[in-house]
Every structure is written in structure tokens, then in C-alpha cells.
């Protein structure tokens, strides 16, 4: 118990130092206006669902709220917190998303709200993403890292392992399909054109593979599994001490 | 009324007299070059935006341009990553507190 806090206190600590994060967020002006517009489209009905869904649950679930803030709060600073990783051309930094984490705990539509709020700000205040980037990378972070969390986490729980490794897996997953999220925008890019549409699909389709193995050969791939290690401790903690919590989100049965 | 006068007359000098000796100092160290100390920007410990997101998204024609409220001058993103981590770490210390110090031994509701 006494080890679980004070891990908790030591990522919390190493969390909140100021840094200036450069990450996965896809930079501003790199999309031309009609893929800013195609993104924004796909994660509206999400965001919606999301409000109404926050709302709903605000009123029926106890502590609720402050479960909102404390997660919410985590996805920021997780989704700004660069982590030392060995780049492309040598030592770079790379960053958690944190939406597999709040996706288990939330529901993947909450998460998706949370993770558009944080990446607002971010864009916003931190030069960090961009605002016309901002349908992009509410998709990759929000949609495709909360729902691929969400159901991992779900799908790991119906193995009948233990509440750690259903941690491990949401963490581990969402960040995987984050950044496979920013590898179909960037691929994506190269579909303009005068080509025909099986050619385009295929020019996309292998850049979006290039991009994302890049991504896991390099950054991503110790950097998943430290965030599944860090999700797989916070949900076993959230048991230990208020499992009433986890049981009335019903992420565990009674 | 008068006394909260005073005290923004007493700031406005404060600034002010700070201004007259920034720019006494200013015209000491005149003619000094000034020198970068710290490599980063293309260096060592680059974010994967840039040498990755950045790379590939030139090589398709886009580059990445400045965000429209560019914060990312001097140490003033060091400044707004600061006061924004501080932010996240009183709501998550608050929340926290209430939570799980406050709520322990509660199993059977939220809050």
C-alpha cells in the first residue's frame, strides 16, 4: 500500500515539473482547410454524446465530479509531460496521452470532452498542437485513444486477469492507437492529388504505416508500456482505497 | 477610493522606476554579444513533433507554421508551462485530497 502511494507521489511529483513539451500533437498549419474541416466533422458527434453524457453521469453518480477534475486535470498534464525517448535522429521527447486511464474510469465519451479541453489549452496557451490541428488531434487522442483504452480494458476484464494488467492493457493500447491516430492524419495528407482513388488509398496507406512505424520504433514503444505500468498502479490504487468509486462508475461489479 | 489611488500611483512609479534601471542596465551591457548557451531547437531532446510529425508533414508540403498565439518565445512557454502545471496540480491535489484522503473507508457511494 505504503509502495503504491508513494509511486503515485513520485509520478505525480515528476509529472507537475515544468517542462516545455513538444509531442504527437500534429502542429499547426501542417492541415490544409478541408482536412481541418473533415476532422472537426468526425469528432462532433463524439463531443456531443460526450457533454450529454457528462451531465447525465454529474447527476446520477456520486463523486463523480471531482473524479472529472482529478482525471481531467491528469490528461493535461500527462498529454504535455515529455518524456526522454530515443527519436528519430537521436535523444528526443515524447509524451503519454492519458485517455486510456480516463476512458476506464469515465466512459470513452467523458474522456473524449476531457481530452478536446485539454488539447484546447494546450493549442491555445502552449504552442503546443495547433488550433486548426485541433479536430485532428481530438480524434487521434480523444476518439481513437479513449474508445481503443475503453475496450481493451473491457476486453482484458473478461479474460479474468487481475484489475493491474486491465490497467496495463487500456494504457498500453490507447497510447498505441493514439499515435496510430496522428500517423492516418499526416498519411492522409498525401491522398490530394490528381491519382486515382486505388492509388491514393495505397500512397496513404503506406505512409500512415512509415509514420506509424517510425513512431513505434522509436518513441512509442517503451513509452506505451511505462504509460500501461502508470494506468495498470492508478486503477489498482482507486480500487484499494475507494473501491466504492470504481463500482458505482460499474467499472468493476459489485 | 483614495487609498486604492494611491496604491496604483505607488505601483505605476514601482514599474517605472524598474523601466528606468532596466534600461540603465540595458545600456551597460551594450555592445556585449550575446550568446546561446543551451542548444535545443533541432538539437538533442527535440520533441517527436518536430523531428518526426514535422519531418514527415514537410516532405508532403505542409509544413508547420507558428501558432496564432505564439507563446513559444524565450522563457515565456516556460513561464505558461509553469502556472499551467501548477494549475493541474492544485486541481489534482484538491481533488485528490477530497477523494481519496477525505473519502477513504467510504466503499459504498462516491463520494
Not at chain 1, 477534475?69 to 530515443?86: N, T
Not at chain 2, 518536430?50 to 516532405?59: D, Q, R, T
Not at chain 2, 508551462?81 to 466503499?107: A, D, M, P, Q
Request: aromatic share 12%; charged share 10%.
Amino acid at each position: 500500500m505504503r509502495i503504491i502511494l508513494s509511486g503515485i507521489i513520485v509520478v505525480l511529483t515528476l509529472l507537475l515539473l515544468p517542462q516545455v513539451a513538444h509531442a504527437m500533437h500534429i502542429t499547426e498549419g501542417i492541415l490544409p482547410p478541408k482536412w481541418a474541416i473533415f476532422w472537426v466533422v468526425m469528432i462532433m458527434p463524439f463531443v456531443v454524446v460526450g457533454t450529454l453524457k457528462l451531465k447525465k453521469n454529474k447527476k446520477e453518480v456520486p463523486g463523480f465530479l471531482p473524479l472529472v477534475g482529478l482525471v481531467g486535470a491528469a490528461v493535461f498534464v500527462f498529454s504535455c509531460f515529455p518524456i526522454p525517448v530515443v527519436g528519430l535522429n537521436g535523444m528526443a521527447t515524447a509524451h503519454p496521452a492519458g485517455t486510456g486511464m480516463s476512458a476506464m474510469l469515465l466512459g470513452p465519451f467523458v474522456s473524449v470532452v476531457i481530452a478536446g479541453i485539454a488539447l484546447f489549452i494546450q493549442a491555445l496557451f502552449l504552442a503546443h498542437g495547433g488550433l486548426t490541428t485541433l479536430g485532428v488531434n481530438i480524434f487521434s487522442m480523444g476518439v481513437l485513444g479513449s474508445f481503443s483504452g475503453y475496450f481493451a480494458f473491457r476486453i482484458v476484464q473478461r479474460m479474468g486477469l487481475r484489475l493491474f494488467w486491465c490497467g496495463f492493457a487500456a494504457g498500453v493500447v490507447s497510447d498505441l492507437f493514439t499515435y496510430m491516430g496522428t500517423s492516418i492524419g499526416l498519411g492522409l495528407l498525401v491522398f490530394e492529388g490528381g491519382e486515382s482513388l486505388p492509388i491514393a488509398i495505397m500512397h496513404s496507406a503506406k505512409a500512415m504505416l512509415e509514420i506509424f512505424v517510425v513512431f513505434i520504433a522509436t518513441s512509442q514503444g517503451p513509452l506505451c508500456v511505462a504509460e500501461g505500468i502508470v494506468v495498470g498502479f492508478a486503477i489498482s490504487y482507486v480500487y484499494k482505497v475507494r473501491p466504492g468509486i470504481l463500482q458505482s462508475l460499474k467499472v468493476v461489479k459489485v | 477610493m483614495l487609498k486604492y489611488f494611491i496604491v496604483f500611483v505607488l505601483t505605476l512609479c514601482l514599474i517605472q522606476a524598474h523601466a528606468l534601471y532596466a534600461t540603465e542596465a540595458n545600456n551597460t551591457i551594450n555592445g556585449i554579444e550575446d550568446k546561446e548557451t543551451i542548444e535545443s531547437e533541432n538539437g538533442k531532446w527535440t520533441g517527436i513533433d518536430v523531428s518526426i510529425v514535422g519531418k514527415y508533414a514537410e516532405k508532403y508540403g505542409h509544413p508547420p507554421k507558428d501558432p496564432y498565439i505564439n507563446t513559444d518565445q524565450g522563457d515565456l512557454l516556460l513561464f505558461v508551462f509553469t502556472v499551467f502545471g501548477l494549475i493541474g496540480g492544485i486541481i489534482i491535489g484538491y481533488n485528490f485530497r477530497k477523494l481519496f484522503i477525505e473519502g477513504k473507508g467510504k466503499s459504498n457511494s462516491g463520494t
